[in-house]
């Protein structure tokens, strides 16, 4: 962008300065001397603002080359040709644009004194034998004035154009920040869609994997003695499966849609019947009216109950898993726990930390006790978020 403004500063100035010169060129062409003598100042002071414009940052430099342009330019205008008249105003609009504070007004009045000798000249005062100023504006107080007025008028249009321009950077600026909170924000929904997805695949397929095996090693120990049983626990393992696969397309599709449960406590035992064994035997309460709540919530629920069943079947020593699911009104209360003997060993695998994260995606908590055996208590409040009806499916 720097580069861009400063493109366009030195063209307006060429601009200018060959307009300038085509003036001196027509209206001088007849006096070579002069000319020769008011093009070389034309080329100073060319460089004397070509230096300035470079060495901004410099403010004692650019202040004094900026009064040192002021002052050949009254010089040009009121000696040379009023064309020149062009330029000092283009110097107008250069203080106003710059943002010097005390400076750029000190220098504002001197453009302005600057300007009323331009007219003091200009109306024919002559500055070593007249030296009644105030008379000649008096008698010429009509076009004084008027000058004056168009003065000021050209002043407020520039300090318009300033805001004008300034109002431009601050909209660019803030479509710049926007842009990399957009950005940041398309990043942070990719993470977060993908760890949901992840989510997704681990508490559905590793459920039914988990399931699976503990079938087959079941099978491995009773193939031989009961047939009957056998039949069962394989026709379980297909079932299992077929679940699988379709639990795999329903988390490669959940970021389009979740998954819908009518009925919480039928999909529930439908998963404890799948997983049970007679060495592992899951017994469950539900409490309360466990089918008031949105589909979110139930989708939350039916999740963490089914993490909570995977992780005891790969962890728990005991033969028996107890659910208790409450609801209460203010909160659902998710208690799971075995008859195993806990060794006081306590690390979280996967299967724990995606039950804390599910969790407090809804503002619940997450309680362990581990006195006597292994239990999770999760409490999850039916209050905020997720209980606004329009959340409803």
Not at 40 to 53: C, L, Q, T
Not at 126 to 153: A, M, P, Q
Request: overall charge neutral; proline content about 1%.
């Amino acid at each position: 962008m720097n580069k861009k403004i400063f493109f366009y500063g030195i063209t307006i100035r060429l601009s200018i300065y060959a307009a300038l010169i085509f003036s001196l060129i027509e209206e001088y062409h007849y006096f070579p001397n002069d000319l020769i003598k008011y093009l070389i100042i034309v080329g100073f002071i060319f460089v004397n603002d070509i230096f300035r414009y470079m060495i901004k940052s410099r403010r004692v430099f650019f202040i004094i080359s900026f009064i040192f342009s002021i002052i050949i330019s009254v010089f040009l205008t009121a000696y040379v040709s009023n064309d020149f008249l062009i330029y000092f105003f283009f110097l107008t609009y250069e203080f106003i644009i710059d943002e010097s504070g005390i400076y750029s007004f000190l220098i504002g009045i001197f453009h302005f004194l600057s300007f009323t000798y331009i007219w003091l000249v200009n109306s024919g005062m002559n500055l070593i034998k007249d030296k009644n100023i105030f008379e000649l504006i008096i008698y010429n107080s009509t076009d004084f004035f008027t000058n004056i007025f168009i003065y000021f008028v050209i002043v407020a249009i520039l300090f318009l154009i300033k805001r004008l321009i300034n109002e431009r950077n601050k909209v660019m600026k803030l479509n710049e920040k926007l842009k990399n909170s957009l950005e940041e924000i398309e990043i942070l929904t990719i993470q977060n869609e993908r760890n949901r997805l992840a989510q997704e695949i681990h508490d559905s397929i590793g459920h039914s994997i988990a399931g699976l095996i503990m079938h087959l090693d079941y099978l491995e120990k009773i193939y031989k003695n009961n047939s009957k049983e056998v039949e069962s626990i394989i026709e379980k393992s297909q079932n299992l499966a077929r679940n699988s696969m379709k639990d795999l397309r329903k988390a490669v599709n959940t970021l389009k849609e979740d998954l819908n449960i009518n009925n919480l406590q039928e999909s529930i035992e439908n998963l404890i019947e799948n997983v049970s064994t007679k060495e592992k035997v899951i017994e469950y309460i539900f409490d309360g009216n466990i089918e008031n709540m949105n589909q979110n919530i139930k989708y939350t629920v039916f999740r963490i109950s089914q993490e909570l069943i995977t992780n005891s079947l790969k962890h728990s020593k005991g033969n028996k898993i107890y659910l208790y699911i409450k609801n209460d009104g203010d909160f659902i209360e998710i208690k799971e726990s075995d008859n195993g003997f806990f060794n006081g060993i306590f690390e979280k695998g996967n299967g724990l930390k995606g039950i804390e994260k599910r969790v407090k995606s809804v503002n619940g908590e997450v309680i362990y006790d581990y006195e006597k055996n292994f239990s999770i208590l999760i409490k999850i409040p039916l209050e905020g978020v997720y209980n606004d009806k329009s959340y409803d499916c």
